[in-house]
């Protein structure tokens, strides 16, 4: 079996960590594991499967992340995501979307323990890379730490020894997607609770974290720690990761080098006719924090979708870094 590391993760994020997000990412930190968004096994199957499946040699260590809840299915796709190269396919049993919960796919699947567990013995079954479930604490109605002990023992029957704890319930009605990362409160208590009551499960813990002293701290309670939109909005937190978390040589880059990296990506991509803008967007919150992060921001989310030369524009972006 394939080890992965999973002490710093960053979180699977529909429309955010794409190819392109996750190039990006990369060039910061070499040790952080990174996740896709959430693929349907319905886009896999009967979709552009490459397209879904794409990804650089560089994204390594990357995870899958699956959505789906028919068993034959879930594991036809983890057996193409093993071909394709990926180190990890993840569960989303997390995702509190309607639209989604009408397929029963995520955070409703938290009512069919029995079901995640079939899904994850049949995903494990043929492959030699990890399978893991990324969960909430409950849903509206099974919310109990009994009901989530239920969960997470019948899942880890079945063979998953890595559980990344979203460490709120998900409202199932009444609240969109995004109100269901913010208004149910963090219970960081009860996450903790699991790995004391499960001390031979790898826990990952996430929701609400947004520095590295954080990460630190909680690392002293679990095995791991995923971030979603502060390394999303905010990506240079990534750039002590390495150092800090894993215990790597301090790698000594600077924001400007990072985007003379990218460039030659982002020229390619252009080349073979993809949009500047589907890469540069995501790199918007680099200059997070500096006097030029206007100016950096006003270069690559309004100019550059208005120039046909958005080379020249990336390239006045990053003059406007120097140094930093
Ligand atoms: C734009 C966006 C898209 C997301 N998409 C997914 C997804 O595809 N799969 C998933 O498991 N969680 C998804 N999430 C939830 C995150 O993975 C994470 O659990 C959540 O944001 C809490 O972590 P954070 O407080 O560090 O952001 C998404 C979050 C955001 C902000």
Partial sequence: MNTVNRRFSVAPMMDWTTPECRYFLRLISKRALL???MVTTGAILYGDSARFLRHDQSEHPLALQLGGSNPAD???CTKMAAAAG???VNLNVGCPSDRVQNNMIGACLMAHPQLVADCVRQMQDGVDIPVTVKHRIGINGRDSYAQLCDFVGTVRDAGCTSFTVHARIAILEGLSPKENRDIPPLRYDIAAQLKTDFPDLEIILNGGIK???QCTEHLQTFDGV??????YHNPWLLRNVDHQLFGDAQREISRTEVLQQLRPYLLQYMEQGGK?????????GLAQGFPGARRFRQL???DIYKTDDPIQIFDQAVIGLEGR
Avoid: K
């Avoid at 995923?226 to 390394?231: D, P, Q």
């Avoid at 500047?276 to 918007?284: D, G, K, M, P, Q």
């Fill in 211 to 213: 520095t590295l002293e």
């Fill in 300 to 302: 690559l989310s309004a």
């Fill in 74 to 76: 879930l594991a036809t």
């Fill in 276 to 284: 500047a803008t589907h890469v540069t967007r995501h790199i918007l």
């Fill in 86 to 88: 990926f180190d990890e």
């Fill in 226 to 231: 995923m971030l979603g939109r502060e390394a």
């Fill in 35 to 37: 996740y896709t968004e």
